[in-house]
């Protein structure tokens, strides 16, 4: 069975630059994350979905930050503009809820110029 | 402070070594996560704990819910054990289904 899928692996932009990730979770995994994890730290929630809808999003900064689920399966997370301190892994993590274990993606490692 | 404390935060063995990692956390929990992060990011389960002990192959996770404590123990260690092992925690308030994470141990064997 596949894992989370997560694209594009790495990504190097100039400040200012839009840029977007996916993530394809596991099959049947209702609840979908995306983190940020800085060098040398935990990764950090940005938001949490449960099926389309986003039940977590408040670590997300949404004067730059979106991200979207349309159909409760594949998701987006979007960075208009970046910024150099964007610089980071995204990572994706899915689960089937509650306290299940949370399956990541390999992560975006971004890099803002 | 942060809610989730790992020690130490860099080990260095030689290969064969028991390898004894610790995290420490401040709040109430439903369960306790070990994961094992790879260079290039990727991310891996190796357990979920709310009591006791597990084993896998070569692996053993502890938690001791009075004293907010967990360990993660590696026997005989070899050098594709090195990686960064990240303790995480599911606080009771706020939602089980948020996870906590520690800044990581990064653990270097050497052959």
């Known amino acids: 069975e596949a894992g989370v899928v997560q694209s594009p692996r790495y990504k190097i932009i100039e400040k200012k630059q839009p840029v977007a990730f996916w993530c394809n979770p596991i099959?049947?995994?209702?609840?979908l994350y995306w983190y940020r994890q800085n060098l040398g730290q935990g990764p950090e929630l940005l938001i949490r979905?449960?099926?389309?809808?986003?039940?977590?999003d408040s670590q997300l900064p949404k004067d730059r930050f979106s991200a979207e689920r349309l159909k409760g399966v594949d998701s987006t997370l979007k960075i208009q503009p970046a910024e150099l301190g964007d610089s980071a892994v995204y990572l994706c993590?899915?689960?089937?809820?509650?306290?299940?274990?949370?399956?990541f993606g390999p992560g975006t490692r971004l890099t803002v110029l | 402070k942060n809610e989730v404390e790992q020690s130490p935060q860099n080990l260095t063995a030689q290969e064969g070594e028991f390898i004894t990692i610790n995290c420490s956390y401040s709040?109430?929990?439903?369960?306790l996560h070990w994961l094992q992060q790879h260079p290039g990011g990727g991310i891996v389960s190796l357990f979920m704990?709310?009591?006791g002990k597990k084993k896998h192959g070569r692996l053993i996770a502890t938690i001791n819910i009075q004293e907010k404590h967990s360990s993660l123990h590696i026997t005989a260690s070899h050098p594709r054990d090195s990686a960064v092992y990240i303790c995480?925690?599911?606080?009771?308030?706020?939602?089980?289904?948020?996870?906590?994470f520690g800044k990581g141990t990064k653990l270097t064997v050497n052959p």
């Open positions: 993590a899915s689960s089937l809820g509650g306290t299940d274990t949370q399956y």
């Open positions: 099959s049947g995994h209702n609840t």
């Open positions: 979905y449960e099926n389309e809808e986003a039940v977590d």
């Open positions: 709040v109430g929990i439903s369960a």
């Open positions: 704990l709310s009591s």
């Open positions: 995480a925690v599911c606080p009771v308030v706020g939602g089980s289904e948020k996870l906590v």
